[in-house]
T-cell receptor
Framework: AQKVTQAQTEISVVEKEDVTLDCVYE???????LFWYKQPPSGELVFLIR??????QNEISGRYSWNFQKSTSSFNFTITASQVVDSAVYFC?????????????FGTGTRLLVSP | DSGVTQTPKHLITATGQRVTLRCSPR?????VYWYQQSLDQGLQFLIQ???????AKGNILERFSAQQFPDLHSELNLSSLELGDSALYFC??????????????FGPGTRLTVL
């Protein structure tokens, strides 16, 4: 069965610190997709990144970077030089291909608090 | 702005009542998904429609039903409401129903409060 674990419930940092959000997933499928979404205090879910299981190349987008490691079933998210606007709940999610389903299975989320 | 719209933004009702949540997908998107976010269960997939047909079902209660209309908008109907149904209900849309091409873009959600 598919499962996503975000062990960090809440992280507090001071502005300009780097922070890494952990995500560990479980799946029996060989083809799957991993996602990160951001939920700011306003409540909407904002798509950040998609990564498929055949592409283990790390990705960097501005202050955001993602480290995908199949060997440890992890897809961690790092924010460099955090800012107050990064305060939000971040969700890691998984989608499997084998069942033909499109559902996203979400982790429980990590609340990031960035203080000035 | 994701391009997905949901109405109403907030809904307050009483136990036993029935409500309808509405979702309009992004222009050109054929798939619509419904998710429930509650304190107890987190974010959970409820149901997916693709071009008017049900494609996948998740943890959706029998008291809940959904449909997708010819103009591709979707409605989620919740009946015999209970206190535990209080949650944020998200609609998402994607271009197709296949996994190889698309992300799901989420609407702003409808916050349902059952008193």
């Amino acid at each position: 069965a598919q499962k996503v674990t975000q062990a960090q419930t809440e992280i507090s940092v001071v502005e300009k610190e780097d922070v890494t959000l952990d995500c560990v997933y479980e799946t029996r499928d060989t083809t799957y997709y991993l996602f990160w979404y951001k939920q700011p205090p306003s409540g909407e879910l904002v798509f950040l990144i998609r990564r498929n299981s055949f592409d283990e190349q790390n990705e960097i987008s501005g202050r955001y970077s993602w480290n995908f490691q199949k060997s440890t079933s992890s897809f961690n998210f790092t924010i460099t030089a955090s800012q107050v606007v990064d305060s939000a709940v971040y969700f890691c999610a998984l989608r499997e291909k084998n069942t033909g389903f499109q559902k996203l299975v979400f982790g429980t989320g990590t609340r990031l608090l960035v203080s000035p | 702005d994701s391009g997905v719209t949901q109405t109403p933004k907030h809904l307050i009702t009483a136990t036993g009542q029935r409500v309808t949540l509405r979702c309009s997908p992004r222009s050109g998107d054929l798939s619509v998904y419904w998710y429930q976010q509650s304190l107890d269960q987190g974010l959970q997939f409820l149901i997916q429609y693709y071009n008017g047909e049900e494609r996948a079902k998740g943890n959706i209660l029998e008291r809940f039903s959904a449909q997708q209309f010819p103009d591709l908008h979707s409605e989620l109907n919740l009946s015999s409401l209970e206190l535990g149904d209080s949650a944020l209900y998200f609609c998402a849309s994607s271009t197709t129903g296949t996994p190889r091409v698309d992300e799901q873009f989420f609407g702003p959600g409808t916050r349902l409060t059952v008193l």
